[in-house]
């Protein structure tokens, strides 16, 4: 079992508790405000909580033994998530991402530490050779988290967002493994 102890946040793997919580900050949490941040260009259909359930029962590993999310703990609540997924296996390439459903925890060096702890376990644990991360130009914090953890920007699709009537750019960021190391040995 994963468990990633870190000064503010803890990853691990989630529980079904874990996972009604996750399904609450998503779909039940009356102002949403993730969702503003996380992606609000892409249209998501609401899942039943069975549904959600069945939706993280049939993740993956994308190394054995590696999951491709996990919850971030702080203050002993789930307060959202860090996960990947492959853009290019052969070339070892992944994409990754963080969100923190808890306003409470915004701004705070929770996102921060928490994705940061991510790709490092990322990087020790596997053989991969890059690591990405996709946004939206009206994410500044999102840009700053990636910024800082030392990825640097790779290309800005124009206005290819739409978000309340208004376009914003697309944003990828990345990092290769000998940068990672360079400045994380």
Known sequence: MIHIEKKKVILREATWEDINTLYYWKYEEKNQEAKKWNGPYILEKKLSRIEYRKEWQSQSDI????PDTL????????????GSYWVDKYTKWLETGIVIYNPLFWNGGYGYEAYKEWINFLFRSTDLHRIGMSTWSGNIRMMKVASKVG????????????????????????????????THA
């Open 63 to 66: 190394y054995p033994g590696i």
């Open 71 to 82: 919850v971030i703990e702080a203050d002993h609540e789930v307060i959202g998530t860090v």
């Open 151 to 182: 990825m640097k920007e790779e290309a800005r699709i124009r206005e290819a967002r739409m978000v309340e009537g208004t376009y914003y750019d697309a944003i990828k960021m990345g990092i290769l493994r000998k940068e990672w190391e360079m």
